[in-house]
């Protein structure tokens, strides 16, 4: 006997084609669009891999070079387009406050906020060897950039999000970010202290307070990237190492 299907909900439609149009974006079978297999280079990003794929939320803190946003961003893109999980949708995360010059650049407020994408043009540009990548995940709806600016009222749920450059980010910004983060989420920060862009100190310690929090949460694993991580080039690591043996921060 055949049974009919049950009818589904005004709602339960919306989700059934939200939940098409995500698979549709994230095989891109017909766009010859396909993800480069990403191994870690160093012991630490092994450890980072390895604690993603055991569904941690991670603070990846150290040095630059190293690799963090990298990583994090083709980790997410990997799980997303697997369909690896709950998650359907990447955030990337950043402030463009420190710098307190938005106001002078030209364009309109989308184009101003283009200036801080360009590191995830060019990793996507890199996994999937095409220059289009980012536009075409964007157009998909499987990423989408947001600053700390408009992140108030929201709430993230079922996505990866991505809190990159958190070096730039004051207490108050990480735990705007991170009070906004819902039901099956997974969150990777990603910065170094040592390079921020704040001027005032205590605006400069707020990473360090927020990662002794971080650090009390079971579900997080923190991972330090140090000069042996380094992987960006030769020369940015013989720079960084001779900066650090004479003492000196940017």
């Known amino acids: 006997m055949e049974h009919s299907q049950p009818r589904l909900t005004k709602r339960e439609k919306r989700i059934a084609r939200q939940n098409g149009d995500a698979q549709e974006g994230l095989t891109f079978k017909t766009q010859n669009f396909n993800l480069k297999n990403i191994n870690p280079l160093t012991e630490n990003q092994r ?20 690799g963090k946003t990298f990583l994090a961003l083709s980790k997410s893109i990997d799980a997303l387009m ?40 060019a ?31 929201i709430t993230m749920n079922n996505c990866y999000v991505i809190v990159d450059e958190v070096n730039n980010m004051t207490f108050h910004e990480l735990d705007s970010v991170i009070t906004r983060i819902g039901k099956g989420c997974r969150v990777l920060f990603c910065g ?16 360090k307070d927020f990662m002794k929090v971080i650090g009390k949460l ?33």
């Open 47 to 66: 450890i980072a891999f390895d604690a993603f794929d055991d569904g941690k939320h991670l603070m990846l803190h150290g040095m630059a070079g190293t």
């Open 82 to 121: 697997s369909n690896k999980g709950v998650q359907n949708k990447i955030y990337i995360v950043r402030s463009v406050v420190p710098t307190r010059d938005m106001g002078f650049l030209p364009g309109n407020q989308k184009e101003k906020m283009k200036v801080y994408e360009a590191p995830y043009y």
């Open 123 to 153: 990793i996507c540009t890199e996994l999937f060897d095409r220059s289009d990548a980012y536009e075409i995940l964007k157009q998909k709806n499987a990423i989408e950039f947001i600053s700390t600016s408009f992140i108030r009222g």
């Open 192 to 207: 170094d202290f040592r390079q921020s862009d704040l001027t005032k100190e205590q605006e400069r310690n707020g990473l």
């Open 218 to 250: 079971n579900d997080f694993v923190h991972i330090d990237f140090l000069e042996q991580d380094i992987v960006r080039s030769k020369l940015v690591k013989e720079y960084i190492i001779a900066r650090q043996k004479l003492g000196l921060q940017p």
